[in-house]
């Protein structure tokens, strides 16, 4: 069938630097990893387009990333 989804919000955790600015913007979407304190992504349809464009452009070393379903 075709995929619910064109496009998958991920967190470059080896690049994330732990503000927690994602996880307090996108509620729904980000969460803070507790064994290295990084950001990651828990729910892909758990805030609107516009929070999660917000998110990506609060964090400080860009490590939040549109993977499309193709390059799934
Ligand atoms: S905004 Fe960026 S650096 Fe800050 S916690 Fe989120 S992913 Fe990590």
Do not use: K, N
Not at 35 to 60: N, T
Not at 62 to 71: L, N
Request: with cysteine; aromatic share 10%; charged share 25%.
């Amino acid at each position: 069938g075709e995929p619910l989804q064109a496009r998958f919000t991920y967190v470059d955790e080896h690049s994330c630097i732990g503000c927690t600015y994602c996880a307090t913007t996108a509620r729904g979407t980000f969460f803070m990893e507790e064994d290295h304190g990084r950001a990651r992504v828990f729910d892909q349809a758990g805030d609107s387009d516009e929070l999660v464009q917000e998110a990506i452009d609060s964090c400080p070393v860009s490590c939040i990333h549109y993977v499309s379903h193709e390059d799934l």
